[in-house]
T-cell receptor, first 113, second 114 residues
Framework: DTAVSQTPKYLVTQMGNDKSIKCEQN?????MYWYKQDSKKFLKIMFSYNNKELIINETVPNRFSPKSPDKAHLNLHINSLELGDSAVYFC????????????FGEGSWLTVV | GDSVTQMEGPVTLSEEAFLTINCTYT??????LFWYVQYPGEGLQLLLKATKADDKGSNKGFEATYRKETTSFHLEKGSVQVSDSAVYFC?????????????FGTGTRLTIIP
C-alpha cells in the first residue's frame, strides 16, 4: 500500500487554466506538506498543515491555494497557471517532532504550455 | 534562517570508488539531519538520518555522522555501484514548534560508470 499518494502523476495544461493535485496519506500522520521542485532540482517548501490547520505558508503566489478537508488529505489548487509553474510538486507527511522522518509521495509532474 | 550547503555536482565516479558528498548546515538550535535520494523519474526516499550530535546514520552501505562542532553531515560510501546513480539531497529539520519543515540543500547528482 502506498503511504503517501498523489494524483495525477503527470499533468500537461495550457496557460491560464486552473488545476488541482490531490494528496492522501494512510500513515496516520498529523502534519502534511507541499514542496515544489524546480527544473534545477531545487526543493522548496510551499505549505504545511497540522491537523487541518495551516502552519507554514512560504511566499507563494496566492494563485496557489491548499485545502485540507481532514488530516489525511491535502490538496493543492492552482489558478491561472503560468509557464513558471511548471515543476514537480511533492506531497509529504510526518508525525510531529523534528526527529521524525518526512515521507514523500512520488510527485506530480506539471507542465504548463 | 536555516540553510544547508552541499557539494555541487555533478559527480562522476567509477564503480567501486569511494564516495564523499559534503554537507554543512546553519540552524538555530540542534536540528535533525537527513539524506534523501531521488532516483531518475522517481520521488524522494529517505536514505538515512541522525537526530543528535555524534549520531551516525547508515543504510545500504551509506553512512553520515552528525558533527555539531563542524556543523556537518557528510555522506560516505566505501564502494559505489552503478545502481547508486541518483540525486542526493542533504536536509535539516528544525525543532522550533510550528516550523518543523525540511530545509534542503541544492542536491548533488551522482553518476557511477561501470
Amino acid at each position: 500500500d502506498t503511504a503517501v499518494s498523489q494524483t495525477p502523476k503527470y499533468l500537461v495544461t495550457q496557460m491560464g487554466n486552473d488545476k488541482s493535485i490531490k494528496c492522501e496519506q494512510n500513515l496516520g500522520h498529523d502534519t502534511m506538506y507541499w514542496y515544489k521542485q524546480d527544473s534545477k532540482k531545487f526543493l522548496k517548501i510551499m505549505f504545511s498543515y497540522n491537523n487541518k490547520e495551516l502552519i507554514i505558508n512560504e511566499t507563494v503566489p496566492n494563485r496557489f491555494s491548499p485545502k485540507s478537508p481532514d488530516k489525511a488529505h491535502l490538496n493543492l489548487h492552482i489558478n491561472s497557471l503560468e509557464l513558471g509553474d511548471s515543476a514537480v510538486y511533492f506531497c509529504a507527511s510526518s508525525p510531529v517532532g523534528a526527529g521524525n522522518t518526512i515521507y514523500f509521495g512520488e510527485g506530480s509532474w506539471l507542465t504548463v504550455v | 534562517g536555516d540553510s544547508v550547503t552541499q557539494m555541487e555536482g555533478p559527480v562522476t565516479l567509477s564503480e567501486e570508488a569511494f564516495l564523499t558528498i559534503n554537507c554543512t548546515y546553519t540552524a538555530t538550535g540542534y536540528p535533525s539531519l537527513f539524506w534523501y535520494v531521488q532516483y531518475p523519474g522517481e520521488g524522494l526516499q529517505l536514505l538515512l538520518k541522525a537526530t543528535k550530535a555524534d549520531d551516525k546514520g547508515s543504510n545500504k552501505g551509506f553512512e553520515a555522522t552528525y558533527r555539531k562542532e563542524t556543523t556537518s553531515f557528510h555522506l560516505e560510501k566505501g564502494s559505489v555501484q552503478v545502481s547508486d546513480s541518483a540525486v542526493y539531497f542533504c536536509a535539516l529539520r528544525g525543532r522550533r514548534i510550528g516550523n518543523e519543515k525540511l530545509t534542503f540543500g541544492t542536491g548533488t547528482r551522482l553518476t557511477i560508470i561501470p
